[in-house]
């Protein structure tokens, strides 16, 4: 069975400062794909980034980057010059590509933005 | 259009009501979720639809009933549901439900039962 863990429910970052968000994962599968979300409070999940687990290379999308470190079973993000519109929930989560096909979530962290 | 609409965005029933919340999406998607998600915690997986079959269901009671009428539609059929039941309900969709690819979600129908 899979398994993802967020151990921060809370984190605070000043505006224009970097981030590092927590995620570490179990499974007994080769492949699978790691996510990351965002939820604001008007409640849509929004897709921030990907990483298979065959890529060798760190995801990046803009100020989102993940460091995936498959030995560990870590894949925390990384927010880079945080903006008050970061301040929101966010989620990890991990798909099999042999199974279910069917993302499980983490707890979440819920980031706020300071000025 | 990368979008997912859901409707009601709101919904109050009784637990003797029948009511159904609706999923759209017309990206061409071949793969719908529904998901439930209890207030500060996660989105539960409940069903997962696959060229309009049910693929997954998540040992979720029969009070909620799914329905996949076409490709582009998704409901989810309440009756006699019970205070519990009161979640956030997502609906998502991805193009072939398969590896790589990213689920868009919805913003969700708020679902009260008194």
């Known amino acids: 069975a899979q398994k993802i863990t967020q151990t921060q429910p809370g984190m605070f970052v000043q505006e224009k400062e970097a981030v590092t968000l927590d995620c570490t994962y179990d499974?007994?599968?080769?492949?699978?794909?790691l996510f990351w979300y965002k939820q604001p409070s008007s409640g849509e999940m929004i897709f921030l980034i990907y990483q298979g687990s065959y890529d060798e290379q760190n995801a990046t999308e803009g100020r989102y980057s993940l460091n995936f470190q498959k030995a560990r079973k870590s894949a925390n993000l990384v927010i880079s010059a945080s903006q008050l519109g970061d301040s929101a929930m966010y989620f990890c989560?991990?798909?099999?590509?042999?199974?279910?096909?069917?993302?499980?979530f983490g707890s979440g962290t819920r980031l706020q933005v300071q000025p | 259009d990368t979008e997912v609409t859901q409707t009601p965005k709101h919904l109050v029933m009784g637990m003797t009501n029948k009511k159904s919340l609706k999923c759209e999406q017309h990206?061409?998607?071949?793969?719908m979720y529904w998901y439930k998600q209890k207030a500060k915690k996660p989105p539960e997986l409940m069903f997962v639809y696959s060229y309009e079959k049910l693929s997954i269901n998540e040992s979720v009671p029969s009070r909620f009933s799914p329905e996949c009428p076409n490709s582009s539609l998704l409901n989810l059929h309440l009756h006699a549901l019970q205070p519990e039941d009161s979640a956030l309900y997502l609906c998502?969709?991805?193009?072939?439900?398969?590896?790589?690819?990213?689920?868009?979600f919805g913003s969700g129908t708020q679902l009260s039962v008194l």
């Open positions: 989560a991990m798909r099999d590509d042999t199974g279910r096909r069917a993302l499980t």
């Open positions: 990206m061409g998607h071949r793969a």
């Open positions: 499974t007994s599968d080769q492949s699978y794909g």
């Open positions: 998502a969709s991805s193009h072939r439900g398969v590896g790589d690819e990213k689920l868009f």
